[in-house]
């Protein structure tokens, strides 16, 4: 795009943005464009306290579907837009209502904990949600004689399971196309030819548990190892005292990163993490919600009411 259209998309998004006194929310993954016009950019926890908290009627939710539907089913009464209704999730497709549904019927006495990255259908039919912010206080929450049916992340669970020493965790075996991309090699590489580095990873991705695995047995170094949501990231390298981190996670991140520590330095663990729904979320795009009112995202009422159930009794536990 070339910069004078830029500058007017911009001023044009501000305009509107006013006039129709909007709450721009942004994922952390988002194009550094979106990150910068947003009056919040945050990890799925932060947005969803957010949108519970704010005053503002009409939330223009740039980040993907589900999160959309989190924010609408907590404020009911205010109108919640995502710039592009394509924008979903390769994770939260990977169960619905009916596969929970069917699920359930084989552990009748279990309690389930969704993942945020769900629809609100299977948020519906669960009953705690959780972030990989608060995945581990969640199932803590929990009696430890009570077993927990775990979706849809496999690798978020297997770390939870493996930081509460849960043995009655039943975890589904569902993945994010771009987390699952991370692997035991890419981290031995980056962190041999960045050796000063401190070694920050997601809880969604592949070689989460075998990072751990490593880390205790002193294959990577486990002091400089930490394992974080990305508003745990954003915390973490704000007060340590290092300058140089390798990230595992999307890499939308390091915009912000780099933002609020200008003299430290990021790098990716791989080039390619990156989540084309995310990116999804243009200027134009953006400019055409604030004007035209699109897409609105309004859950129905009868499963809203079950879904904020299971978020409000994470959001209480967060608290
Ligand atoms: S990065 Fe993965 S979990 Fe996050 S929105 Fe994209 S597909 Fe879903």
Partial sequence: MRSKNKEEL???ILFWKKKRQALILAHNYQIPEIQDLADFVGDSLELSQKAAQTESKLIIFCGVHFMAETASILSPDKKVLIPDLEAGCSLASMIDAEMLRQWKKNYPKAVVVSYVNTSAEVKAESDYCCTSTNAVQVVNSIPVNRQ????????????????????NMIIYPGECHVHAKVKPADINKKMSQYPKAEFLIHPECGCVSSCMHFAANGDIPNVKTHILSTGGMMKYTKKSKSNEFVIATETGILHRLKKENPKKSFIPVRDDLVCRFMKMITLPKLLNSLKNLEYEVKVPKKIADRARIPIERMLEISN
């Fill in 148 to 167: 927990i049916l775990f979706v849809p992340d496999m690798f978020l669970g297997d770390y939870v399971a493996k930081v509460t020493g849960r043995k």
């Fill in 10 to 12: 911009i001023s044009q």
